[in-house]
């Protein structure tokens, strides 16, 4: 079995430092990079590309809307066409600096509200979808299985690695909890990775009721940005290694 471990990295701005980029990017396989939409700014993209072509990682597009003081996850209402413009755009801003690097970029993953909207939505979905077929048909979309986005993708042709979160909960729907929510983050490493395992090996994640509800994934987000990402990401590494997985980046075995 192989796996891809994500995390959204890059997400610093001027003088302010987010996350702990260093010392997560060895441990995951893949990196969601912010394209300066919600975070990050041109200085901030060439050091995450940089330190991923160190380490190994490989390199996604993590465009966003227009919010830095909202960290985009603030929903704002824009047609299919602009939606398009705004991924293109930050798609392409990142592609710069892995060229620069002589590395290649590998997927696009949305973020906050503009993924949430993607997932339901269907002008955003397939907004989103063209932006990464007209940039590079070959590059992955990361998107959960039974939304809009992965339709959207699908219908596009292109190829779509299925995602899941491993330190958030899930709804009855498959949905992710809304961080408003007390029990939206799963606080220990153990339980996180108890809920990728139970993906992986059952095909199912037990939802915040206690139902069961069906669930596949190719690649697995962690967040970054949180004093215990790197003992989360460890320890489901770790975990999934004992169980015989490989963890390895999507685009090499999708």
């Excluded at 001027?14 to 980029?21: P, S």
């Excluded at 966003?64 to 824009?78: L, N, Q, S, V």
């Excluded at 206690?210 to 990401?233: K, L, P, R, Y």
Aim: charged content about 20%; hydrophobic content about 40%.
């Amino acid at each position: 079995m192989s796996i891809d471990l994500n995390c959204d990295l890059g997400e610093s701005y001027g003088v302010y430092t987010l996350g702990m980029d260093q010392k997560v990017l060895p441990l995951v396989s893949s990196a969601n990079v912010a394209c300066g939409g919600h975070a990050g700014d041109s200085a901030v993209m060439a050091r995450t590309v940089a330190l991923a072509k160190q380490y190994g990682t490989a390199i996604g597009a993590h465009p966003g809307f227009w919010d830095k003081e909202g960290f985009g996850r603030r929903y704002i209402a824009m047609a299919e066409d602009d939606i398009y413009q705004l991924c293109l755009y930050q798609i392409g801003a990142l592609y710069a600096f892995c060229e620069a690097e002589d590395v290649q970029m590998q997927h696009v993953k949305p973020h906050g509200a503009l993924y949430n909207a993607a997932l339901r939505d269907p002008a955003t979905a397939k907004g989103v979808a063209r932006a990464v077929k007209h940039f590079n048909e070959d590059l992955l979309l990361f998107a959960p299985v039974h939304t809009e986005l992965q339709a959207a993708g699908e219908k596009a042709g292109l190829k779509v690695a299925k995602e899941m979160f491993a330190d958030r909960t899930y709804t009855a729907e498959g949905t992710l909890t809304p961080r408003t929510e007390e029990n939206a983050f799963l606080d220990k490493p153990e339980e996180a990775a108890a809920q990728v395992l139970d993906v992986l090996q059952k095909g199912s994640v037990k939802a915040v009721d206690g139902t069961s509800v069906a669930m596949e994934a190719d690649t697995i987000c962690v967040h970054g940005d949180n004093e215990q990402a790197v003992q989360f990401i460890q320890h489901l590494r770790d975990q999934l290694e004992y169980y015989g997985a490989s963890v390895q980046a999507a685009g090499e075995f999708i």
